[in-house]
């Protein structure tokens, strides 16, 4: 009710539609949880996922330098690398320059489970955008890069790491 335009008509609008930011979190939230449906059957998680490609796009980073990056506790990390160490995704290499870091690497596992998803990755993503154009798609991810640069969010890190 508190939404409720003076029209009497139901949900949350502003003049001339609905709002963005209910829409982005509708929208967020169906395709997360899409998401995390179609990766179920490779045995993933969204954050399993999430935290394989941030290695597998800087293989040798740190644990430390990871934690920083996803926003949260370097013992969060700790947790979610051990995940993927048990399911022999990912390995810990003693660093060569500090003894005290650990590098992050994909094992040849990992990089064929990440070949094996691009696919459900893409499919996911022509689902959600089945609606658009090309085109259409296209502006709509441009738009969407500037609201995220505006806001301060880094387009490789999903907020959800921060709520643990």
Known sequence: MAFEQASGSPGPQRSGGPQ???LLAQLGSHAAQ????RIAALELTPPDVGVLRMIAMDPGGSQRALAEKLGVVPSRVV??????ANKGLVERRRSTTDRRNH???PTAAARELMISLWPVVQAHEADITSA???EERDQLAALLVRIAEQQGLDNDVHPGYRRS
């Not at 899409?34 to 449906?37: K, N």
């Not at 947790?79 to 993927?84: K, M």
């Open 20 to 22: 963005v930011a209910f």
């Open 34 to 37: 899409r998401f995390s449906e």
């Open 79 to 84: 947790a979610l690398i051990d995940h993927l």
């Open 103 to 105: 590098e992050l690497h």
């Open 132 to 134: 658009l154009t090309p």
